[in-house]
């Protein structure tokens, strides 16, 4: 089965831990992302990345760490800096069009909840 | 940096009547992403824009792109419940290296 996955679904994490989200796919897309989703705010981008040990920030990237040590893997890191975590977290990979950018569809996990206690 | 401003945040209507939803970039787009949310599910493509004027068909779905590829919309006939959720518009910037913005996404809520 082809697809993009996202553990846990669910996610609890006191204040002052840091979290790892996963996100894995099997598509052989070049490009991941990883956006934040709070209510009523749409999708934010948090950090890109285009290609293996590369990586770009988004929009939001204060507060949170990834790496992009295989093709099929982009792990996001919540870390303690980030004040206010609690979000509806997803991955999306696409390929990449080069100097152009994505130039097809992103495909999306399911997403990780994390909830900040 | 870029923007994508999408309206109205919220559309009630009730089924069989039609619904649109508008974005806006702030800046010239080098293609132009829809995509719907289920209530509790992830986003999925619905279609993708990238002509100048372009328009769109799929069923009772309408997609357009503006003339100066800066904005778009999408037209929905005859609702129905199945239609309900989220939609996004994510435009490409003219220079490609950000990825995709999206904008804040359309409620759409049908009352039967």
């Known amino acids: 089965d082809g697809g993009i996955t996202q553990s846990p679904k669910y996610l609890f994490r006191k204040e002052g831990q840091n979290v790892t989200l996963s996100c894995e796919q099997n598509l052989n897309h070049d490009a991941m992302y990883w956006y934040r989703q709070d209510p009523g705010q749409g999708l934010r981008l948090i950090y890109y990345?285009?290609?293996?040990?590369?990586?770009q920030k988004g929009d939001i990237a204060e507060g949170y760490s990834v790496s992009r040590e295989k093709k099929e893997s982009f792990p996001l890191t919540v870390t303690s800096a980030q004040k206010n975590p609690t979000a509806f977290y997803l991955c999306?990979?696409?390929?990449?069009?080069?100097?152009?950018?994505?130039?097809?569809?992103?495909?999306f996990g399911q997403g990780t909840r994390l909830t900040v206690v | 940096g870029q923007q994508v401003m999408q309206i109205p945040q919220y559309q009630h209507v009730q089924e069989g009547e039609d619904f649109t939803t508008y974005c806006n970039s702030s800046?010239?787009?080098?293609?132009i992403q829809w995509y719907k949310q289920r209530p509790g599910g992830h986003p999925v493509f619905l279609i993708q824009?990238?002509?100048?004027?372009e328009v769109k068909k799929q069923k009772r779905l309408t997609f357009q792109f503006g003339e100066a590829k800066k904005n778009s919309s999408l037209h929905i006939t005859a609702t129905q419940t199945t239609d309900v959720g989220t939609y996004f518009c994510?435009?490409?910037?003219?220079?490609?290296?950000?990825?995709?913005?999206f904008g804040k996404g359309t409620h759409l809520i049908i009352q039967p």
């Open positions: 999306a990979s696409s390929i990449w069009g080069g100097s152009t950018g994505p130039n097809t569809e992103a495909f």
């Open positions: 800046t010239t787009l080098s293609n």
């Open positions: 990345s285009q290609i293996v040990n590369d990586f």
């Open positions: 824009l990238v002509k100048s004027g």
């Open positions: 994510a435009g490409l910037g003219g220079g490609g290296a950000d990825g995709l913005t």
